[in-house]
């Protein structure tokens, strides 16, 4: 058990609809960092926030936001979905930034 | 345009061999590489890192080689065992930037027969 927890687990959507990813990091870790991962793709990397700021941006689309509140718990918003975001999406945090990270079990979303 | 390559999508080691896996990197502002082992439905896990000031760090059955100049690190698995079938992904990242992001390669997939 890593200690960082996502929610839902699964979720199954149709497309247009719009959903929220929960993220809580690990106790003390300041870091939380979103990724996708597609079928059999690596892992993409979508955002990274500290301490609740955005501290990095990489291949996020427009439709997807994310924010991180001040308990430091995160949430990756997706909206007009699309069947190719039908993906993994995990959560990570870490202590501070440049460290190892410690990854959440990941939500599974299916978009039919 | 790719910087973390893992040029091997897959691995096949009998149980008690050497498994190594390879990175390569095309980004010289990486200096600090990190290898994460993957079990299906559960999320990525920490195994080994190093910093670029150095060219080794080992974790018992698990050694991390970095050979900046050819940009290329390679994770030693001495010896397998068939808990180790998993898909490991190298990541690195720039420090430097003080944003810690890492930036992955597509993963190998690792095969330990026993």
């Known amino acids: 058990d890593s200690g960082v927890t996502q929610t839902p687990k699964h979720l199954i959507t149709a497309t247009g609809q719009r959903v929220t990813l929960r993220c809580s990091p690990r106790?003390?870790?300041?870091?939380v960092y979103w990724y996708q991962q597609s079928l059999d793709q690596g892992l993409q990397f979508l955002i990274q926030y500290y301490n609740g700021e955005e501290r990095a941006k990489g291949n996020i689309l427009e439709r997807f936001s994310a924010q991180q509140f001040p308990d430091l718990h995160s949430e990756l918003n997706l909206s007009s979905l699309e069947l190719g975001d039908s993906a993994l999406y995990f959560c990570?945090?870490?202590?501070?930034?440049?460290?190892?990270?410690?990854f959440g079990p990941g939500t599974r979303l299916t978009v039919t | 345009d790719q910087q973390v390559k893992q040029n091997s999508p897959s691995l096949s080691v009998q149980e008690g061999r050497i498994s190594i896996l390879n990175c390569d990197y095309t980004n010289s502002m990486f200096d600090y590489f990190l290898w994460y082992k993957k079990y299906p439905a559960e999320g990525p896990t920490f195994l080994i890192s190093i910093s670029s000031i150095k060219d080794k760090n080992e974790d018992g059955r698990f050694t991390v080689f970095l050979n900046k100049s050819a940009k290329h690190l390679s994770l030693h698995i001495v010896p397998s065992q068939p808990g180790d079938s998993a898909v490991y992904f190298c990541?690195?990242?720039?420090?430097?930037?003080?944003?810690?992001?890492?930036?992955f390669g597509d993963g190998t997939t690792l095969t330990v027969k026993p």
């Open positions: 990570a945090s870490s202590v501070g930034t440049g460290a190892e990270q410690y």
């Open positions: 106790s003390g870790d300041l870091s």
């Open positions: 990541a690195a990242s720039d420090r430097s930037t003080n944003a810690g992001k890492s930036t």
